[in-house]
C-alpha cells in the first residue's frame, strides 16, 4: 500500500478533485504504474519501492537517474507498453479533476522499442479517457544530439508530437545544437519548454530564456535567488511548472521541507506557477497532494489554489473555443465555492 505524503479533511479533498485543473510536469516513463511492472516481476515489486516512503530523500539527482533506469526504462519496449502505461497514468490524472495533461516520454528511449515514434505518440494518445485533452512532449538530454541527431530531426515533423523539452541532470554541459534546435522546433509549430532551476541556479535560468527562446520554465525554482529574475518571468508571463513534493524528495537546494519552498514567495511577487507532479513512481505522490501540500504548509488559500489551477488552463495547448469552454467551466466552479474572485482571476498580485 502507498502511504499518502499529505491527506485533508473529506471537503478539501473533494474540492481539489473538483477544481477544473491540469498537469503539464508529468514524465510517462517516471510515472510507470507499480502494476504494470509488478505482473511483469512479481517478486521484485511485491511491496512498494522504498523511496515510497514519505520521508525518503534522494541523495543526488544522479542516484535518482539510476534508479531510472534500473526501475522503468526497460519497460518501454514497444507501443503497446507505452498505451498500457499511458492508460492507468491518464485515468489517474481525470479521475483527479485534470482536465488537460501534458506527458513527455524520453526520445531517445524509442531507439529501443519496436514500434516508430509515430507510433508510439499514437498509442499513447488513443489511451486518454475521455473528456481528458492529452499532448505529448519529447524530452531529451543536454548531449542526446550526437547519438541520436536522427530522430530528434525526425520528432519535429511527427504530427501528434505537440513539443520538445530538455530534461536529464541539468548540471551537463549545455551543447549548442539545442540553441538551433529548439528555433527549428517553434518554426515547425512545436512549443517549447526546458527544465532549468532546479539543480543550477538562476543564471542558467536566464541562459536557457535567453538561448532557447522558451516561455515554458519546468522548475525553475532556484530562480527566487534572483530578484531580477523573478521580476522578469512575472513582466513576461513565463510559465514555471512546479512539482513541490519532487523538489522535497530530491533535495533541491534551498528546499529542506515542505514550508521552505520558494512556489509561495514566487506566487506572490505574481509569476505564473502551475501545480504538478513530476514523476510519480519514484516519489510515491498524487496530484491533489501537491494541492494538500501548499494549503496546509505554504498557507495557500482556496482561492489562491484555484488561480494556480486557472494558470494551467491558460497555458493550454487547445484551440479557442475548447480553451473558453474550459475557463468557463472553472469560473462556473470558482463561483459556486464562493471563491474570491479578484484572488482567483487576479494575476497573482502582478508586480511592477
Ligand atoms: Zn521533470
Known amino acids: 500500500m502507498r502511504i499518502p505524503h499529505y491527506t485533508a479533511s473529506a471537503d478539501f479533498t473533494r474540492f ?35 523511496f515510497w516512503q514519505p520521508g525518503f530523500r534522494y541523495d543526488s539527482f544522479d542516484q535518482f537517474m539510476g534508479l531510472y533506469d ?25 479521475e ?14 524509442l531507439a529501443a522499442a519496436n514500434d516508430s515514434g509515430p507510433e508510439v505518440l499514437a498509442a499513447i494518445r488513443e489511451a486518454a479517457p475521455a473528456g481528458l485533452e492529452v499532448r505529448i512532449f519529447a524530452g531529451m538530454c543536454h ?97 514555471l511548472d512546479i512539482c513541490p513534493i519532487s523538489n522535497v524528495k530530491l533535495a533541491v537546494q534551498g528546499i529542506g521541507s515542505m514550508a521552505e519552498h520558494p512556489i509561495r514567495a514566487l506566487f ?3 509569476v505564473p506557477v502551475t501545480l504538478n507532479s513530476d514523476d510519480t513512481f519514484f516519489f510515491g505522490n498524487r496530484l491533489e497532494e501537491e494541492y494538500f501540500a501548499l494549503h496546509q504548509e505554504l498557507r495557500f488559500t482556496r482561492s489562491e489554489l484555484a488561480r494556480i489551477a486557472l494558470n494551467g488552463i491558460e497555458i ?22 464562493s471563491l474570491d474572485l479578484s484572488v482567483a482571476e487576479g494575476s497573482n498580485r502582478l508586480v511592477g
Open 96 to 109: 483527479q479533476g485534470c482536465r488537460y495533461v501534458e506527458t513527455s516520454i524520453h526520445l531517445p528511449g
Open 316 to 337: 493550454a495547448l487547445l484551440d479557442p473555443d475548447r480553451k473558453q469552454a474550459l475557463k468557463a467551466e472553472w469560473k462556473a466552479f470558482a463561483e459556486a465555492e
Open 143 to 239: 548531449n542526446d544530439y550526437a547519438a541520436h541527431g536522427p530522430l530528434i530531426e525526425a520528432a519535429l515533423g511527427w504530427k501528434d508530437l505537440a513539443g520538445i523539452d530538455l530534461h536529464g541532470p541539468e548540471y551537463w554541459r549545455m551543447e549548442t545544437w539545442s540553441i538551433d534546435l529548439w528555433r527549428r522546433a517553434r518554426d515547425a509549430g512545436k512549443m517549447t519548454k526546458a527544465h532549468a532551476g532546479e539543480f543550477m541556479p538562476a543564471p542558467f535560468v536566464r541562459w536557457i530564456l535567453d538561448n532557447l527562446g522558451v516561455r515554458r520554465i519546468e522548475h525553475g525554482v532556484r530562480s527566487v535567488e534572483d530578484p531580477e529574475l523573478v521580476r522578469l518571468l512575472a513582466r513576461e508571463r513565463i510559465t
Open 16 to 50: 481539489v478533485r473538483a477544481l477544473p485543473k491540469t498537469e503539464t510536469h508529468l514524465h510517462l516513463e517516471g510515472s510507470t504504474p507499480l502494476e504494470l511492472l509488478r505482473e511483469l516481476e512479481p517478486d521484485r515489486f511485491r511491496t512498494p519501492p522504498p
Open 268 to 270: 506572490d511577487a505574481g
Open 70 to 94: 534500473e526501475y522503468c526504462m526497460d519497460f518501454y519496449r514497444s507501443a503497446q507498453r507505452y498505451h498500457d502505461a499511458a492508460k492507468i497514468v491518464l485515468a489517474t490524472c481525470a
